[in-house]
């Protein structure tokens, strides 16, 4: 992070003061005040997201902790959002399509948060199944070509697993 004085008209400085570009976007990667935003919504929505599958692991571990399922549940979507933006969520999530996998991924979102964690939890990771099935082969496939993994992958009994869950169409 470094400090500095902007040239006069270049949008860096703001009544004489010393601004600092790292922290305040002013300039981002296409030269626009705006695209620095962008990256610490990014930024920002991947700690959410992260925390959140944090929370969901810890509250499965925990046996199904209804209070660390719902901060999972909220932490998450609300990551996933800032990630891809409101618009696009709302784009991915309410196709036609794909209104069955909603239905079960946020349906058990609201049964967590009325209690009932372990049917939630059920409804959740069939609805996250059924909702990013197409991202799966990608996935498998960039898992393939990381060195350690890869190997892993490729042995006999987890091969014939990985291969029904990189295809495209297997959950169908």
């Not at 949008?11 to 601004?19: A, I």
Request: with cysteine; hydrophobic share 55%.
């Amino acid at each position: 992070m470094s400090w500095q004085r902007g040239a006069e008209g270049d949008g860096s400085t703001f009544g004489g003061l010393l601004v600092c570009p790292d922290v305040c976007g002013v300039v981002g990667a296409s030269g626009s005040a705006g695209a620095g935003m962008k990256d610490s919504a990014a930024e920002i929505g991947m700690g959410l997201t992260g925390f959140g599958v944090v929370f969901l692991f810890f509250g499965m571990m925990l046996f199904f902790d209804k209070a660390l399922l719902a901060i999972g549940n909220v932490l998450f979507v609300s990551g996933l959002s800032f990630v891809i933006g409101l618009e696009r969520t709302f784009r991915f999530f309410f196709q036609r399509h794909k209104a069955k996998a909603t239905g079960f991924f946020l349906g058990g979102v609201f049964v967590v948060l009325i209690g009932w964690p372990i049917v939630g939890v059920v409804l959740e990771i069939y609805g996250f199944f059924l909702l990013f099935r197409g991202f799966f082969p990608v996935a498998v496939g960039f898992i393939r070509r990381v060195p350690v993994l890869g190997s892993l992958l490729s042995l006999p009994g987890i091969s014939a697993l990985v291969d029904k869950i990189g295809e495209s169409n297997a959950m169908v």
